[in-house]
């Protein structure tokens, strides 16, 4: 990457932006060289001129170097901004995404008038979706699955930092779940998950080299993953329960499908702030107790 080296914060940030780097990007590594936060990016602009060391202007240009390679930011600089929290993250897990967030507006609106009420999040990865969940809605029991003992390392780390009290539970989506069948557990009121949902081979996964691959791809056409999980979430959901899914940019409508064929009712999408539909869900209704 042909950085020059650099005297001044201008210096270093123009030859950043000249090397491929969008501006909020080689800004926010700055802003962390420097260990300021990332809310500081006016004061960017204030002290431009500012000499830096030899010692900072080098770790910003090994940082961009790798940002220019596409490594996530948030695995650059440790943490990533995700519904109003500082999450910490490495590769064991996907970077928090923003249209992830589509997902969370809607659980919150499902959970909008239930009290005393539980949700479980599969695949929960670095925690952000049960964390933002939990942190909105500290009534609400919050319950974190993942296959991965190394996301919920991240994921509990996170939990503990923030002070967010959330059930973690290590296990292939809904198999660490009690199946809720008797007339006292209910069952869940909501289930929401970003599970994998890139089909194996597909031409965006190079772009995506430094994140675990185990967490994007989910067999030929990507909803292999996804097609578990809607068979199998009606076992643990309560009368009304929700399912909730993220899914890819071109998905929305077989997803649609595969919850339509299994039964749940009110099946719908959601668009991301891109507009995209991102995220599909429906609710289940079960039925009545014989006898």
Request: hydrophobic letters at 40%; one cysteine or more.
């Amino acid at each position: 990457m042909p950085i020059s080296p650099a005297t001044s914060i201008a210096q270093c940030l123009a030859d950043a932006r000249a090397s491929g780097l969008a501006p909020i990007e080689s800004e926010l590594l700055m802003l962390h060289v420097l260990g300021k936060p990332t809310t500081d990016r006016a004061w960017l602009r204030v002290s431009a001129t500012d000499i830096l060391s030899n010692q900072i202007a080098q770790k910003f240009h090994v940082l961009a170097s790798r940002r220019v390679q596409r490594e996530p930011l948030a695995y650059i600089t440790g943490q990533c901004e995700f519904y109003g929290l500082t999450l910490h993250i490495d590769a064991r897990v996907l970077d928090p995404r923003p249209d992830t967030e589509t997902l969370v507006d809607w659980a919150l609106e499902v959970l909008k008038n239930q009290t005393s009420t539980s949700v479980a999040d599969l695949g929960t990865g670095s925690g952000a979706i049960a964390l933002a969940i939990k942190h909105q809605r500290p009534d609400v029991h919050v319950l974190a699955v993942d296959a991965s003992a190394d996301a919920l390392d991240v994921a509990q780390g996170n939990a503990r930092r923030l002070g967010i009290e959330v059930i973690f539970k290590h296990g292939n989506w809904l198999e660490p779940l009690v199946v809720q069948q008797d007339a006292e557990n209910q069952g869940l009121q909501l289930i929401a998950s970003n599970p994998p949902y890139i089909a194996e081979g597909d031409s965006h996964l190079p772009a995506l080299k430094h994140e675990p691959q185990s967490a994007l791809t989910s067999g030929p056409d990507g909803l292999n993953d996804i097609r578990h999980i809607v068979e199998h979430a009606p076992l643990h959901l309560a009368d009304n329960g929700w399912l909730l899914l993220e899914h890819g940019y071109d998905q929305a409508l077989a997803v649609q499908t595969l919850m339509r064929q299994r039964g749940f009712e009110s099946v719908q999408s959601r668009n991301d702030l891109a507009g995209i539909a991102r995220c599909t869900g429906g609710f289940w209704r079960r039925a009545p107790e014989a006898g």
